[in-house]
């Protein structure tokens, strides 16, 4: 699968969300290989009724009543989100707060992907028994130069390894060898951003690196 976070980029707002969300469901038609836009909550619903499957970038530990200025899950379920990002390297969580957020989510038919910096981080996310954990170094985040399968394939297969739950990687993840390379260690699909969102052309980037689950 492919993950792409639209984060807060002018590329991916509005109207280029929408535009964005279409193109993830086209090649998903296209490839048959799973594609998540996770717009902005403004964003959400218009991106959800493109088709896509949308995550939501984050959730809030709270339940739904008296609180104001919180991410509730059963406020972007009902609008249509299929799941959540969590703990993210740019929206980092206490422990006792993720742990929270994963209770309220339960049983619900609602995915959690837990971001994690390192493997001993993602052995203790995975405690809270994620549906997925994302291994993203911070510091290949954006690396022009690196990228995770590169630079940290032993850390990759560790993690793999270890924690027991599907592996996306991401940072840094640009070409169809760095997917090839992630799923030869194991790992089942790859979280993306500025490579898809800031490209001069999205759907190619998305089916070359579509390519690298098939090879």
Known sequence: MIVVNFKTYREATGYRAINLA???????????IRVVAVPQLADLRNCVETGVDCWVQHLDPVEQGK??????????EEAGARGTLLNHSEHKLEMLTLEKTMQLIGEM???????AGSAQEAEVVASFKP?????EPPELIASETQ??????????????????????I????????????????????????SHVVLAEDPEQVLRELARGFKN
Do not use: H, M
Request: net charge neutral; aromatic share 6%; proline share 3%.
């Open 131 to 135: 549906d997925f954990i994302a291994y």
């Open 170 to 193: 991401g940072a840094g993840v640009k070409s169809v060898e760095d997917v090839r390379v992630g799923v030869k260690l194991g790992a089942k699909g790859v979280l993306l951003a």
């Open 109 to 115: 038919a609602f995915e959690a992907c837990i971001c």
């Open 67 to 76: 609180n104001t200025g919180w991410v509730t899950v059963e406020d972007v």
């Open 147 to 168: 990228s995770v399968a590169s630079a940290r394939p032993d850390i990759i297969e560790e993690v793999v390894k270890k924690v027991g739950y599907p592996v996306l």
């Open 22 to 32: 279409r193109v993830c469901r086209k090649v998903q038609e296209d490839t048959k």
